[in-house]
């Protein structure tokens, strides 16, 4: 069993289902994100977790006990808010230092604590600061500190990045896992942005309408999404209705622009089948080939300072794929013929 096992978890909001049997696994020492859109149930399954809402069925396990029906704060959970909730009378190291206060620990041990949390989290200047004045890095920070320095099983992060502008976030996207890791604590994020959730993250658990529809290592949803749902919510777009060929020995897949060949046949779905076939913009090239070779008109080009976007124009659809600065990209209505590895592609079942 995992360090965390939920199994068929079943919530209600308001006469509607809001989790529907949704069960996952984290192991110890991981860094899970529950990734999936609006009123999905990712906060609320956080709060069942934390004992904050009691699941209508199903159980919640830590290391192999069932806590399902055990008070939060006998758990070892500790819930980080996405508004950090910090106390504004106190200090950087009072905040810090409440819950050790709370659980009735030395003085000496309590100084030695904060004075640990707060050169892991870099705010080593900042104890004696008014909280009210601080960034809303700083502040993220504070509430990271508050939250580990009880040393919890389990540390839960409601959206840990989403009140902060785009380069506080980029900078912590970086330290907040590297902290989480120095630490060793297994810890779940929630959010529904993707790029957070794999920078964050060792393993990913989407959810879609209230089911856990994926979970793995972050490159392997990207590489293999299960079906088409996943594929757009993760970004990808390059995604064409498509047929196999009746024949056993024939890897070749028809799609409205043409018929590709596909890598081998273990990633071949049965003779005839019917269903969608995902294109990964890193196997589009842009030059003549011989292999599941298109034309296409480019219809955009967009610059995105580390890279330039492009829209081909392909019957049936569009492909976008992206160009490093250093190379010349195609112009918009320019007619161009490119090949497409067999490598980037994947069957989708309907």
């Known amino acids: 069993m995992a360090f965390l096992e939920l199994t068929d978890i079943h919530k209600t909001y308001e006469n509607a ?8 696994g984290v192991e ?15 906060t609320t399954l956080l709060r069942i977790i934390a004992g904050l809402e009691t699941p209508e069925r199903g159980r919640v396990f830590i290391e192999g006990t069932d806590i399902t029906a055990l008070p939060a704060h006998r758990r070892g959970v500790v819930l980080m808010f996405q508004d950090y909730a910090l106390f504004p009378h106190r200090t950087v190291a009072q905040n810090i230092a409440f ?8 003085r000496a041990a309590i100084a030695a604590r904060v004075a640990e949390m707060l050169a892991l ?32 099983r389990l540390l839960l992060l409601d959206e840990p990045l989403g009140a902060l502008d785009r380069n506080l976030r980029e ?13 060793g604590v297994t810890a779940i994020t929630v959010t529904h942005d993707q790029e957070e959730a794999f920078a964050l993250s060792d393993r990913v658990i989407l959810l879609n309408e209230g089911r856990v529809v994926q979970t793995g290592r972050p490159e392997a949803l990207y590489d293999r999404p299960h079906n088409t749902w996943v594929a757009r ?7 064409f209705p498509a047929r196999r060929s009746d024949w056993q020995s024939d890897l070749r897949i028809e799609v409205p622009f043409g018929v590709l060949t596909i890598n081998d046949q273990a990633d071949a779905p049965p003779p005839g089948a019917e269903g969608h076939l995902l294109i990964h913009p ?3 090239h842009l030059e003549a080939g011989t292999v599941n070779a298109f034309n296409a008109q480019v219809t955009q080009r967009t610059f995105h300072g580390s890279y330039f976007r492009l829209t ?15 190379q010349t990209p195609p112009a918009p209505g320019e007619t161009l013929h490119g090949w497409i590895d067999p490598a980037a592609l994947r069957w989708l079942p309907a």
């Open 121 to 152: 989290t870099g705010l080593e200047d900042f104890a004696d600061r008014d909280v009210n004045v601080l960034s809303g890095g700083e502040r993220q920070r504070v509430a990271l500190a508050r939250s580990l320095a009880p040393q919890p």
């Open 312 to 326: 081909l124009a392909v019957d049936g659809g569009t492909l976008r794929l992206d160009i490093a600065p250093g």
């Open 28 to 42: 110890r020492g991981e860094i899970a994100c529950l990734l999936g859109p609006s009123g999905s149930g990712k």
């Open 99 to 106: 819950g050790l206060r709370m659980r009735r620990h030395s």
């Open 233 to 239: 919510f993760l970004g990808l777009e390059n995604l």
């Open 171 to 183: 900078r912590l996207l970086e330290d907040l896992p590297v902290i989480l890791r120095r630490v």
């Open 282 to 284: 890193w196997g589009i």
């Open 17 to 24: 289902p809001l989790l529907c049997g949704a069960t996952f």
